[in-house]
């Protein structure tokens, strides 16, 4: 039974970093992809990140150079860690799970398994 959880939240000023954490991964296949999606109010959950079994990453344009998504294999978990934090970035962000496949997509239809999420304020 795969349970992600999220952590590492908070609330920063512009500029700022967080690290987010989602443990959960012991049970995954490969390929599988991993990925971070957020929901800011008022707007569609959108994909920020993901990163497949064979160490392949891609980031949507807008938070491309500032955040980064990495997996530490012993400690089953997946990080994004954020830096140059911007109001816009505000929302509850989300980790995900796709497994059986390389084919990783950008819908949240896409992903199996999902954390509760964690809330990221950024004030200017």
């Known amino acids: 039974q795969v349970r992600l959880v999220e952590s590492g939240g908070g609330s920063v000023q512009a500029g700022g970093s967080l690290r987010l954490s989602c443990v959960g991964f012991?049970?995954?296949?490969?390929?599988?992809?991993m990925a971070w999606f957020r929901h800011a109010p008022g707007k569609e959950r959108e994909w920020v990140a993901y990163?497949?079994?064979?160490?392949?990453?891609i980031y949507r344009a807008s938070v491309k150079g500032r955040f980064t998504i990495s997996k530490d294999v012993a400690e089953n978990t997946l990080y994004l860690q954020m830096n140059n934090l911007k109001p816009e970035d505000t929302a509850t962000y989300y980790c995900?799970?796709?497994?059986?496949?390389?084919?990783?997509?950008?819908?949240?239809?896409?992903?199996?398994?999902w954390g509760q999420g964690t809330q990221v304020t950024v004030s200017s």
């Open positions: 012991e049970y995954i296949t490969r390929p599988s992809c």
């Open positions: 995900a799970l796709r497994r059986g496949t390389p084919y990783c997509g950008f819908l949240q239809t896409d992903y199996d398994y």
């Open positions: 990163f497949r079994t064979d160490e392949f990453t």
